[in-house]
């Protein structure tokens, strides 16, 4: 349970406004119903305790031989003890009624302690006279029971428990909305267009969900011209440098030395011009499917191999689960991985895969023995631009590893770089895996 979220601390809300609403009714109900009643039935019981001692009282002691009395207080079950008495230990563990005990004094005229005590079948009021040394007056409150308090107490926590649940229930659907709205703000910021969101839900999560609708449409439009730009930037742009290159290559052989470096020229303003367009390419959802990480590290492996005439250590785990996305994609960021080791590894680089714990994520990591990267270099080499520290080098268009990190996102994957301890750099990429069905 996240207690930032809006969901738990409007619970927490109502928790507390029904506590204090509870709290507040025991207190109304205690002071305005069973105060004024207490009182009233205070002041009846000590007219009743006044009645039975009028002209009872010899030397101090009790006497209850007028037969009438004796059948009143028979039918009250009002009995008399001795404090040594063995009935007289329900005094001892009685409890003291303060407020009880000041105003029976005041109604008898002579200090009187009451106390309340949990008898077999009720609760029983003892009370204690001054004027009656040695003696304690036993009244049972027959309509007073123990288990009459459980309903309340059960009612109550039935009630509180309702008030919680229907609560919950009711931001939960309030939230729906932002929850969607959430995950839609999320797939944009992958680089998806999710449809339009119904607006629904109170009048300001409505205006919110418009207001993103139209964010999110003013950002796809946005996207679709810039690709519409770039592609006519890569065309109009690749057409003279293809008539350069042609009219290179027909110069005559005593211009070869000019040739050769007009030629690798028009070769890199290509590669940047294709470096621009896959970094600004979409990535079809839809296209994606069970891909086979080991088979592509065994195929950029092999091929760097033989572009490098060395060696590319492939450190594989076998069976590996599938991940879900795109193959060309996933093997571009490979690709891309692998180069800017061979460029700056000193003649080493390994490619190894793996699983996370879980099982949620497949992932790819290529080593290097090179220079590094300083700490605080280490998040800023997959931005735009980037080419790390100048013990890296300085070569490449320095959007190598930002294509890395869009493919990556855009597979709702994760991208981490780290120095190793042994020196060079460590990149790892990481993708959904393909969940088994059950029953395989």
């Excluded at 931001?171 to 969607?180: E, F, G, K, S, Y």
């Excluded at 760097?304 to 879900?324: F, H, R």
């Amino acid at each position: 349970m996240n207690i930032r979220s809006s969901i738990t601390q409007s619970i927490f809300l109502f928790l507390s406004l029904l506590i204090a609403s509870q709290i507040y009714s025991y207190y109304a109900v205690f002071n305005y119903a069973l105060m004024p009643s207490l009182q009233q039935f205070n002041k009846i019981l000590g007219h009743e305790i006044n009645l039975m001692l009028d002209g009872s009282v010899k030397d101090n002691h009790l006497s209850l031989d007028a037969p009438q009395r004796q059948r009143v207080l028979e039918q009250l079950g009002v009995t008399i003890h001795s404090e040594d008495s063995p009935e007289a230990e329900g005094y001892q563990h009685g409890v003291s009624i303060d407020l009880m005990s000041e105003e029976m004094s005041e109604d008898l005229g002579t200090p009187t302690e009451v106390r309340m005590a949990l008898g077999k079948d009720s609760y029983v009021l003892w009370v204690k006279i001054e004027n009656l040394p040695g003696q304690l007056i036993r009244i049972p409150l027959s309509e007073l029971h123990e288990g009459d308090f459980a309903p309340l107490f059960r009612n109550s926590i039935i009630m509180a428990f309702v008030i919680v649940v229907g609560g919950w229930a009711f931001i939960r659907w309030q939230n729906r909305p932002l929850t969607a709205l959430e995950k839609a703000a999320k797939q944009v910021g992958h680089g998806e267009f999710p449809p339009a969101l119904p607006e629904r839900g109170a009048t300001e999560i409505r205006s919110v969900t418009r207001s993103f609708n139209q964010m999110a449409q003013g950002i796809q439009a946005l996207e679709e011209d810039r690709a519409l730009l770039m592609a006519g930037i890569s065309h109009d742009l690749r057409t003279p440098l293809t008539r350069i290159r042609l009219a290179t290559e027909m110069m005559s052989p005593e211009d070869s030395y000019l040739a050769e470096g007009i030629i690798s020229d028009t070769e890199e303003c290509n590669e940047i011009i294709s470096q621009f367009m896959d970094y600004l390419k979409p990535v079809n959802l839809d296209s994606f499917e069970a891909v086979d990480l080991n088979s592509i590290a065994e195929d950029v492996g092999s091929a760097e191999a033989m572009a490098i005439e060395g060696d590319v250590i492939c450190d594989l785990t076998p069976n590996l689960v599938s991940a879900k996305g795109s193959p060309i994609a996933i093997k571009r960021a490979l690709t891309n991985l692998v180069v800017n080791a061979v460029r700056y590894g000193n003649g080493w680089v390994k490619i190894s895969s793996g699983v996370t714990a879980d099982r949620k994520m497949v992932w790819l990591s290529v080593e290097d023995n090179g220079p590094g990267i300083p700490a605080s270099e280490v998040n800023k080499v997959f931005e735009p631009f980037t080419r790390g520290d100048q013990a890296r080098g300085s070569e490449g268009t320095g959007l190598g590893l930002a294509i890395v990190k869009r493919i990556v996102s855009q597979h709702h994957g994760a991208v981490a770089a780290t120095n190793r301890s042994e020196g060079g750099l460590k990149m790892q990429i990481s993708f959904p895996s393909v969940p088994k069905k059950k029953g395989s």
